[in-house]
């Protein structure tokens, strides 16, 4: 049972990684492609619990959760990984483990090797819709520039994001201009 718990919780997390965050094209540099993960270099899950609930189709990790892979890291107090199967349902391993969403509460902070940083208090990957919304005081920063306000919503396969403001907040965007002084003028 512990060896198919493991396997398990490694599909999931594999899962979580392949469909969702390498896609965050919002963290990435413009002209460069995004990382796969290889088979080569593991995922490693930092957490003080595991916990897999089969009947609800949950696997929650709790307390310090940390998230490492080749080109991020994702660090969160708590998260909830919903998926779709069961495992010992007759399916192939990865039909089994598809995600259906995957909810980081807590703290959410996303690193990216490129430089790309991600802030919220709570951040929801819906994997049939590939969006990311962050909520609970959002902040994405590429080099200098960042981007907050009350929701931010990252289409991952459109190359296009929404940032919404409320009453409480509204959307702030500092943006540096890029080069330095006659940098706009046409070279031939």
Request: hydrophobic share 35%; aromatic share 8%.
């Amino acid at each position: 049972m512990r060896i198919m718990l493991s396997i398990f919780s490694f599909n999931i997390v594999i899962s979580l990684v392949f469909f969702l965050f390498p896609q965050l094209n919002s963290f990435s540099q413009e002209g460069k492609k995004s990382n796969n993960i290889s088979e080569k270099n593991p995922i490693i899950v930092y957490s003080n619990t595991l916990e897999l609930d089969q009947e609800k189709k949950l696997i929650v990790f709790e307390g310090k959760v940390r998230v490492k892979t080749e080109d991020m890291v994702i660090e969160c107090q708590k998260m909830l990984v919903y998926y779709l199967g069961s495992p010992t349902e007759k399916k192939s391993n990865v039909e089994s483990s598809r995600i259906d969403k995957i909810i980081a509460l807590g703290d959410v902070i996303i690193n990216r090797s490129d430089g790309g940083m991600a802030r919220a208090g709570k951040a929801v990957f819906y994997q049939n819709e590939e969006k990311v919304v962050l909520t609970e005081n959002p902040f994405i920063q590429q080099g200098p520039d960042f981007v907050e306000g009350q929701r931010i919503i990252i289409f991952l396969n459109e190359n296009r994001s929404i940032v919404e403001g409320g009453e409480k907040k509204r959307v702030k965007a500092t943006i540096f201009p890029k080069g330095g002084k006659g940098n706009n003028e046409r070279k031939e």
